[in-house]
């Protein structure tokens, strides 16, 4: 543009303070006030909302100005008062009831993933995950941090699991993979994506393999045994052997780990893979001159903060899967977050 344009730095103060965004979402959801106002019959008044919460009347109208500022909230005049109630996304997204939840979501990153953030230049000095710094736990076994107490764990598996009630159905209908039958779901975690191929292909039967106090979780909370055409096999996919399949799938399982730990568990699958088998990887891709999307490049920054890994573009998904004896990788983009990509093992 002219420079007369450039004068005034429209982004970088949005990005100075895009924070502030999402701490107000952040709060307004631990609050409740999304569930509060859902629960009511009219819109509610600032005074109505502090203390059904039970926060400040000052502090609450701040909040609720904000989110009407962010169209989370729509405003009414009633009687020279201002009420409140939700927009429609706000019911659907940020309310802890709504089937399509982001609440937990939204706990994790506030209480997990915002406060590794913190050290984020010490991660990209270091080169390495922050979890010593942020939670006072060794990272030399990723998950033994990541599942540092029971509760710890529920929260991670709740954060795994809502994506795929928005995005699951695209990823598992991304590539017809109706000729797999036997399907094994490496680090399955809370079952959600399982539950997302049992609805979209009839005839296949999934194995959730995790390891053991994850499977226990899982079976305690998210999959019951109604849902008949899912079972469970703990173990460790760096040491155990694996269940025979058709298909396995890995989604957000490569994105943890370096190449080398990439290469190593996807020559297990080889390995355990039938003939004429396939892996599919789900993950989000990068585009392959590194131009975006712009929430992977992100999240390729999270990975760095939390784990050992990275995201990767699907030439670079294509190359561990070669290594590992894999043919013929195709990739396909959803649209949405998470993309997929299909290796065959030769008949
Ligand atoms: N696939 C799920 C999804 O996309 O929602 C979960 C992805 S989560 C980032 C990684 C999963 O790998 C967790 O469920 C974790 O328990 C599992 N996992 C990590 N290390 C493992 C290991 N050594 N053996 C088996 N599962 C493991």
Redesign the pocket.
Request: hydrophobic fraction near 55%; charge should be negative; proline fraction near 0%.
């Given at each position: 543009g002219t420079p007369a344009a450039d004068t005034y730095p429209r982004k970088i103060l949005e990005y100075m303070e895009g924070f502030l965004i999402s701490k107000t979402v952040f709060s307004a959801c631990e609050l409740g006030v999304f569930d509060v106002l859902l629960a009511s019959e009219r819109p509610l008044s600032a005074e109505e909302v502090s203390q059904a919460v039970g926060a400040s009347l000052d502090g609450t109208q701040r909040l609720l100005a904000a989110c009407t500022g962010l169209q989370l909230l729509n405003t009414h005049q009633d009687d020279g008062r201002v009420c409140y109630s939700n927009t429609e996304q706000a019911s659907v997204y940020l309310t802890r009831s709504s089937p399509l939840s982001l609440y937990q979501s939204i706990q994790y990153s506030s209480r997990t993933i915002y406060l590794c953030w913190h050290y984020l230049t010490d991660a990209v000095r270091e080169g390495r995950n922050q979890y010593e710094k942020a939670f006072g736990v060794s990272s030399n076994d990723?998950?033994q941090a990541?599942?540092r107490s029971d509760e710890e764990?529920v929260k991670?598996?709740q954060?795994?699991?809502s994506?795929?009630n928005i995005c699951g159905k695209d990823v598992v209908t991304a590539f017809d993979l109706s000729p797999f039958n036997i399907i094994c779901?490496?680090?399955?975690?809370?079952g959600?994506?399982a539950k997302q191929c049992t609805s979209a292909y009839p005839e296949c039967t999934v194995t959730i393999?995790?390891?053991p106090?994850?499977v226990h979780m899982s079976k305690k909370h998210f999959v019951t045994a109604a849902d008949e055409r899912i079972s469970f096999r703990e173990?460790?996919?760096?040491?155990?052997p694996l269940p025979e399949a058709d298909l396995y799938?890995?989604?957000?399982?490569l994105?943890?780990w370096t190449d080398e730990r990439c290469i190593e568990l996807l020559s297990s699958v080889y390995k355990a893979c039938k003939p004429g088998g396939g892996v599919l990887l789900?993950e989000a891709l990068l585009h392959e001159d590194g131009s975006g999307p712009l929430t992977v490049q992100l999240y390729s920054l999270n990975m760095l903060v939390q784990?050992e890994g990275r995201e990767r573009t699907a030439a670079q998904y294509a190359a561990l899967l070669d290594a590992a004896g894999f043919s013929a990788a195709q990739h396909r983009l959803t649209g949405k977050i998470?993309d997929a990509v299909l290796g065959r093992k030769e008949t």
């Open positions: 990723l998950f990541l599942y764990m991670f598996m954060l795994m699991n994506i795929w779901d490496l680090g399955g975690c809370s959600a994506l393999f995790d390891l106090n994850v173990g460790d996919f760096f040491k155990d799938i890995l989604a957000r399982i994105h943890d789900v784990t998470y």
